[in-house]
């Protein structure tokens, strides 16, 4: 069973910037896909950026490419999702996954979630 727990969410002017974390704990974190999702209020959860397992490779939606960087720590078990440039439609809460594979084609493990508004 893993853990996922997220923090730095919060409040930020259009333009600015924000670093996501999300702490893992038990199973093999290097084994594990790990990814960002978010949900907006009256919309679906969808994929914002994830990382592979073994060779580090990120992938993004269109909407946050060039703006947002993924990364991840395996020796602290931490991935973190650093939004930059953001704007008001980047509002929703963040969700970190984890997936037992590769990539995160399905997600295994959900965290909690972390609120990111965004104002003009």
């Known amino acids: 069973q893993v853990q996922l727990v997220e923090s730095g969410g919060g409040l930020v002017q259009a333009g600015g910037s924000l670093r996501l974390s999300c702490a893992a704990s038990?199973?093999?974190?290097?084994?594990?896909?790990m990814g960002w999702f978010r949900q907006a209020p009256g919309k679906d959860r969808e994929f914002v950026a994830a990382i592979s397992y073994f060779s580090g490779t990120p992938s993004y939606a269109d909407s946050v490419k060039g703006r947002f960087a993924i990364s991840r720590d395996n020796a602290k078990k931490i991935v973190i999702l650093d939004m930059n440039s953001l704007k008001p439609e980047d509002t929703a809460v963040y969700y970190c996954?984890?997936?037992?594979?590769?990539?995160?084609?399905?997600?295994?493990?959900w965290g909690q979630g972390t609120q990111v508004t965004v104002f003009s």
């Open positions: 038990g199973g093999t974190f290097r084994q594990y896909a």
């Open positions: 996954a984890a997936r037992n594979g590769p990539t995160i084609a399905t997600v295994d493990y």
